[in-house]
């Protein structure tokens, strides 16, 4: 049976990127009736610095975006990833079945290294394996997420064969599959339309934060990078424009239209027109969600009541799951 699974790291201010390539994409497949486990991923957060007296609140900020966009403690399940003991265990029993050079070939390990990886934490290098025990713990079946995690997606499924393979327990676990699709899987900077919309860049101007106010966003939209020419008649002609292709995604996925029917409607057009129009249909689509993440943020009760529920229920599901785990690794017990 489905059993959809997916995770968003508490590390600071969430973007517009995050709301078209996972939250919202959560909340469709809810509503078409999929069990959802969404989790706040703290334990990969603190693979970098986070400051103690403030990870608390950046994971109650991400459960109230979960919230603001429409999932449903009632029919999914929203947990904290450290809440749950199993993810952690089970990690530890993948880093002994995922190879070093599986992990060397990561390009995120890569990418927030940088120049100095003797001075990275080891968690930053093991990520990807503990981002495996976040979905296989559940047995998921599918995972939605952006197109930045393909990569560690398929890591997931190399795991979950060679655990299988090597235990000799076939089917043991499921070999998820990756779900990247929707409008936006990939949001890009306003900036620069070679580089993904993200919370490390340093301009804040590359991005749409989802606590920004309709005069901000307006402004950072009519900053963004574009070129000279008007809006063509057809995506194909927008090869090669990929500042103007990223503006057209954004305004189809966030008016809930495909980017032909946009283009239909401002073919001939610059951005002079366009840009006011693609601020207005993106603080139409997100005031609503900040108004509410914003509501829930001034009095934690409700979110610390749904995270505890979803922890508890999460539990129950992953628990058993570990117990098989070390009864097939064979460890000890009476
Ligand atoms: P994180 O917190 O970086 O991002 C959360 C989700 O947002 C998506 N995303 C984007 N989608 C479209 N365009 C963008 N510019 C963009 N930037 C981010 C991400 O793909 C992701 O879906 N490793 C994960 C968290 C995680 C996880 C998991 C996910 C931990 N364990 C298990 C799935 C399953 C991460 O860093 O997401």
């Not at 809810?30 to 957060?45: E, I, S, T």
Request: net charge negative.
């Amino acid at each position: 049976s489905r059993r959809i699974l997916s995770g968003i790291q508490a590390s600071g201010a969430l973007h517009l990127g995050n709301y078209l390539g996972a939250l919202k994409r959560f909340t469709q497949l809810q509503d078409a009736g999929a069990p959802c486990f969404l989790f706040v991923a703290d334990l990969h957060a603190i693979t970098v610095w986070q400051e103690p007296e403030k990870l608390a609140a950046q994971t109650r900020e991400i459960a109230a975006a979960y919230l603001a966009s429409g999932l449903d403690p009632a029919r999914s399940v929203i947990f904290p990833q450290s809440a749950v003991r199993a993810h952690a265990e089970l990690a530890w029993v993948f880093n002994c079945v995922a190879r070093l050079g599986w992990l060397d070939r990561m390009t995120q390990f890569k990418e927030k290294s940088g120049k100095h990886k003797e001075r990275a934490s080891v968690g930053l290098y093991t990520y990807p394996v503990l981002q495996a025990a976040d979905i296989l713990v559940y047995k998921a079946t599918e995972v939605p997420t952006g197109e930045d995690q393909k990569q560690h997606l398929e890591l997931t499924r190399d795991i979950a064969q060679k655990f299988n393979n090597d235990f000799g327990v076939p089917g043991f676990f499921p070999i998820p599959d990756p779900v990247i699709q929707g409008p936006a899987p990939r949001v890009m900077s306003l900036r620069d339309g070679q580089a993904k919309m993200s919370k490390s860049d340093p301009s804040d101007l590359s991005r749409i934060n989802l606590t920004d106010d309709a005069d901000t966003i307006a402004a950072k939209v009519r900053k963004a990078k574009t070129d000279p020419e008007p809006l063509p008649e057809t995506m194909e002609e927008l090869e090669g424009r990929s500042e103007a292709k990223n503006l057209v995604t954004l305004y189809a996925a966030l008016s809930d239209q495909t980017k032909e029917a946009v283009l239909a409607e401002f073919a001939g057009q610059g951005f002079g027109a366009f840009k006011p129009k693609l601020a207005e249909v993106a603080v139409a689509a997100m005031a609503p969600v900040t108004a509410e993440m914003r509501r829930l943020m001034a009095d934690p009760a409700e979110i610390d009541r749904v995270l505890a529920d979803g922890a508890e229920r999460a539990s129950a599901v992953a628990d058993p799951v570990v117990d098989e785990v070390k009864r097939i690794v064979g460890f000890w017990r009476a």
